[in-house]
């Protein structure tokens, strides 16, 4: 199988657990993959605000928490929810094709 | 929705900014002008006692958002410019040098300011407070020439300059009255950990002392404290805690009582005056008390909540108030109900440290610390956030899985 176009091939789904957290690195870019609710989400890995790993950080309600100051992203959208940060959280398509999960290459726009 | 009405937010800290966001959000489509004495668009001001003060920030890195962000906005900026009389029955501000401006409501958020030292020398050059951006720039350029850098107060302010001067490499001495660090918000257990941290980092502390007076002759160069010690110094900075903005409302009709009394929906006693920040003194429906909160993340919510009611969508505001403190490496949150406890619990490593602390009052966890172990905040703010009353044997066992005991908590509610 190969990946769709623009994307790369992360992980098997079933090596992610439900509610889990797990890194992951695109050309040295760091970035995340979260399960909730069976659904596979693709964000960057590093806090917008300061320097911080989002891995570390915690999941409530569709919100992924920063480990430092508890900034708050969207999961889906990754909108600002709770400062400090004020940037968005770049987020990335994602595809399960033959239970292989799949991550854009770029940042979804807008 | 109100229309066309038109709304003022005096102050340009991060309640400000809240609420200039949330009005728009909310659909707020009347005129808004946000007025600050400041002469920038408002800034993370947590940072300048940290990345800023360190030289790891430009002034420029540090707004929040950029000018062009409130322009699209459609807010209109009035920077540099303090309001210096207010008449609340006419509904209209006078900024300095005498210009009025009218509103129809008006959004209170003017913060805090240092409390200044009385005793004698303490009015030399040499001598630093830490509010503004001004404030930090001018730190940061005493502290380029600086050896040695006398702290008073070892509350946050306090903590973290000295940390920061000690990175920069500086000779940091501390004097408190209290026998540890932050022993007020944080208690004796958590403040003998941090002491431990500073005078690992070499800083020296002198605690359970007070400063008598300053010396020198152009600038300060000594303190005297009241034990008689002598302690050289060519910069002193001042933490010495803050006092809400609100000399402006004075005799202005509203209550003030330590900050602006609000109720639960931000709003003062004059309908279309709100209030919300460090000057806002709230009646918090979940907890049944009044709170002033002096942080950040309360600062940023409130504001939102504040433009909320002002767009015509008010909701009790009840949140658990959040904070965090950077020091060297070490990152400490607190998540809780400031006010007294009868009991700290403690988790983890302190010599580390690697610190969870409980606050228990009656059995009910009021708040959570945490010390370089951000996972326990959120199960931790869950835990307080559900009233949860907990074995503290519980708590302290590090087997304890705080997740799973915050998710049975949440559900027992
Ligand atoms: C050095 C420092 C470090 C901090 N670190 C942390 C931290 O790590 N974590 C944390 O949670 N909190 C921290 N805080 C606290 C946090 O910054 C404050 O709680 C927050 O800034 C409060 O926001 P505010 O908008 O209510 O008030 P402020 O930020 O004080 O803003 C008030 C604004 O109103 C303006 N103003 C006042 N009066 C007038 C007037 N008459 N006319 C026009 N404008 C006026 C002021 O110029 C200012 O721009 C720190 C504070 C300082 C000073
Ligand atoms: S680094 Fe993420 S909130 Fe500060």
Redesign the pocket.
Known sequence: MTAPEGYVAVKRYDEIPEGGIVPFEVDDDERILVKLEGKIYALSGICTHEYAELAEGDLEDHVIYCPL?GSGFDLETGRVTALPATQPLPVYDVQVVDGVVYVSREPRQG | MPGQRSCVI????????GAAEALRAAGFDGPVTL????PVV?YD??????AFLQGQKTAEEILLKPVEHYQGLGIELRLG????AVDLDRHELT?EPGERLPFDTLLI?????PVRLRLPGFDLPGVRY???LAD?QALREDLSRAERVLVVGCG??GA??AASARTLGKQVTVVDPLPVPLAGPLGEEVGAILAEVHRRHGVELRLGQKVAELRGHRRAEEAVLESGERIACDLVVVGVG?RP?V??FQGSGLQIEDGILVDERCATGVPGVYA?????NWWHPAIGRRLR????????QQ?AAAARAIAGDPQPYAPVP?????QYDLNLQYAGYPGPWDQVVLRGDPAAPSVTAFYLRQGVVEAVVTINRPRELRPGRRLVEARARVDPAVLADPATDLRALAQAARAAE
């Open positions: 100051h | 005096l102050g340009g800290g991060v309640a400000a900014y007025v600050s004495a400041e408002p001001r947590t940072t300048l006692s940290k410019q303090r309001a210096s900024l958020a003017t913060g805090a300011e830490l509010r503004s930090a946050f302010i973290e300059v803050v903005a000399a402006l919300a920040g460090d000057v806002a909160v002096e942080h950040f993340d309360n600062a940023a504001g959040y904070f965090w403190s950077d």
